[in-house]
């Protein structure tokens, strides 16, 4: 299967923090599965570190270079189709990344590895 992580997913994740559920772990531990993050996520947590609402354990530019490699999590850009998907999109959710990501999990036909339960409004399948 493939599945796109959202941003606390990733943090939770790799933190080890129970509020990611178990179902959820062992999904992205499967070697089996491509496991996705949007680099709007690490825009997002870039974001938020620099602010002071994300504390990291290492530099934010060693952490998730590093974090993507020895989990083997690849990276998903932006395209212009995800915009445009994200343009339409109806507004049941305001937040930016969040609403890019649902793009991009239509688009690619990605599962969405989310707590957020504002994104069932969309067509997407979300995992938790």
Known sequence: MRYLLD???LIWFISGDNQLSTRCRKLIEDSNNE???SIASLWEMAIKHSIGKLNLSQPFNKLF???LIENDI???GITLD???DACDLPLHHR???DRIMVSQARIEDLQLISADSM???YDIQRVW
């Open 7 to 9: 941003t606390h997913t």
């Open 35 to 37: 496991i996705y993050l």
């Open 65 to 67: 270079p590093l974090q």
């Open 74 to 76: 690849l990276l998903l």
């Open 82 to 84: 995800h915009l445009y």
């Open 95 to 97: 937040d930016p990344f």
């Open 119 to 121: 994104l069932d409004g």
